[in-house]
């Protein structure tokens, strides 16, 4: 218990269970770390505040819609408030919003980009004077292998991620020298609550995914989680700017 | 929490110069800290890690 000791992490998109932001909970918890807890589900993120609670950690936990730009500076200055600094972030709220491109509306795309690209780029402008003020810092991306490869029905999806990957390296750049890491994680099929809601919409076609991986399966939400674990950790401290894919090889071909 | 490779058998070639990835590879291994060569990216495969410091993201 101390790959994360004392660090301060702030992680959106807590709430979901089973979900990548709920699995890195746990998993940075197991770590040592101090947690700020934020999503848009407030009962779903009191469970798990409980949860952790009872593991030991200490915690935070906030409303928030990573849109709102405003709400991010108050995350930011109650995660000071109360710990002391912010030495991670985790972006990882997002939504899917997936349909062919003659299907989209405009309010489809502003959706899409607003909540995963637009809110990945308020988190790191509000969180990089944080980091710099704690000694530096280390932010984890959620971005997709649909920002790496195209799909069908994953345009705007894709596009929003992309551009998650182009701008970490970008933050990772600009911020080098403040001792601000930034890398993106780029996850493929995952056993999560998004999938659940696709299993029971179509059962049958569902069942074929797995057997487009390699590994011949789905991943799990602790295996995406164990590797934010990796690039968030003092580990991964000349790991920057870069974007670790955790997909089973599906587009490793 | 050090990643348990009780019972895992590990090749490290290269391991000989003090200063080199080899050696610091077997170190790391012995402390328990190697987190790509471990279970803990199981589904991670196919995949490059760029270490460089930023280097290549320009």
Known sequence: ?253 | MAIDFTDQVVLVTGAGAGAGLGYSCAVAFANGVISLASDLSSFSTGSLLEVDGGWNAI
């Open chain 1, 1 to 253: 218990m101390s790959r994360m000791l004392n660090k301060i992490a702030i992680i959106t998109g807590a709430a979901s269970n089973p979900g990548l932001g709920y699995s890195t909970v746990m998993r940075f918890a197991e770590e040592g770390a101090k947690l700020v807890i934020t999503d848009i589900d407030m009962v779903g993120l009191a469970a798990v505040e409980k949860e952790i609670t009872a593991m030991g950690a200490e915690v935070l936990a906030m409303e928030q819609n990573v849109v709102d730009e405003q709400r991010w500076q108050e995350v930011i200055d109650a995660t000071v408030e109360r710990f002391g600094g912010l030495d991670v972030l985790v972006n990882n709220a997002g939504i899917a919003v997936l349909k062919p491109i003659n299907e989209y509306t405009q309010a489809d795309y502003n959706l899409q980009m607003d909540v995963n690209l637009r809110s990945v780029f308020l988190g790191c402008q509000k969180a990089v004077p944080a980091m710099k003020d704690s000694g530096g810092g280390s932010i984890v991306n959620m971005s997709s292998v649909a920002g790496m490869r195209a799909m069908a029905a994953v345009s705007v999806y894709g596009m929003a991620k992309a551009g998650v990957q182009i701008l970490s390296k970008c933050v990772a750049i600009e911020h080098a020298a403040d001792g601000v890491r930034c890398n993106s994680l780029h996850p493929g099929l995952i056993e999560t609550n998004i999938q659940n809601d696709a299993r029971r919409d179509n059962p049958e076609g569902h069942a074929q995914l797995g057997t487009m991986v390699p590994l011949g399966r789905m991943g799990n939400p602790e295996e995406v989680a164990n590797c934010v674990l990796f690039l968030a950790s003092d580990e991964a401290s000349y790991v920057t700017g870069a974007e670790l894919v955790v997909d089973g090889g599906l587009i490793a071909g």
